[in-house]
């Protein structure tokens, strides 16, 4: 059997000081419902539409540089009245896929892996 090359998660440290000492050749990502439901409960409820849209604009898109724009745009925009939400952003900007390194491995057409997120039933 092959080693992941991606390995999806929670941010649990345990899981990736597990995953470095297992298989230190996968690569880790953030999920992003997680990673967008952190960043919402660092803003106010009236603007939680607003700052998932942004969060939708940079996850969704095409290139490194265009997800990096956007990042700053919502940098600029919300960092005044909200720097925790945006320091959540830019603190795993290069974990989340979101911009890094040439050889950053992005799945799907946008930076992050769209595997979606499973309900148990």
Same mark, same amino acid.
């Given at each position: 059997?092959? !080693?992941?090359?991606?390995?999806?998660? #929670?941010?649990? +440290?345990?899981?990736?000081?597990?995953? =470095?000492?297992?298989?230190p050749?996968? =690569?880790?990502?953030?999920?992003?419902? /997680?990673?967008?439901?952190?960043? +919402?409960?660092?803003?106010? %409820?009236?603007?939680?539409? @607003?700052?998932?849209?942004? +969060?939708?604009?940079?996850?969704? !898109?095409?290139?490194?540089?265009?997800? #990096?724009l956007?990042?700053?745009?919502?940098d600029? %925009?919300? #960092?005044? @009245?909200?720097? @925790?939400?945006? #320091? @959540?952003?830019?603190?795993?900007?290069? +974990?989340?896929?979101?911009?890094?390194?040439?050889? %950053?491995? /992005?799945?799907?057409?946008?930076?992050?892996? =769209?595997?979606?997120?499973?309900? =148990?039933?």
């Amino acid at each position: 059997m092959h !080693a992941p090359v991606l390995a999806i998660g #929670d941010g649990a +440290l345990g899981s990736w000081g597990a995953l =470095r000492e297992v298989i230190p050749e996968s =690569r880790e990502q953030r999920c992003r419902v /997680r990673k967008i439901a952190n960043v +919402l409960d660092a803003v106010s %409820t009236s603007l939680r539409p @607003k700052v998932k849209a942004a +969060l939708h604009n940079i996850m969704n !898109a095409e290139y490194g540089e265009a997800a #990096d724009l956007a990042i700053d745009q919502s940098d600029a %925009t919300y #960092d005044a @009245k909200y720097a @925790k939400a945006v #320091d @959540k952003v830019l603190k795993n900007r290069e +974990l989340c896929g979101m911009s890094g390194p040439a050889g %950053t491995i /992005r799945y799907g057409v946008g930076p992050w892996h =769209r595997a979606g997120h499973r309900r =148990r039933s």
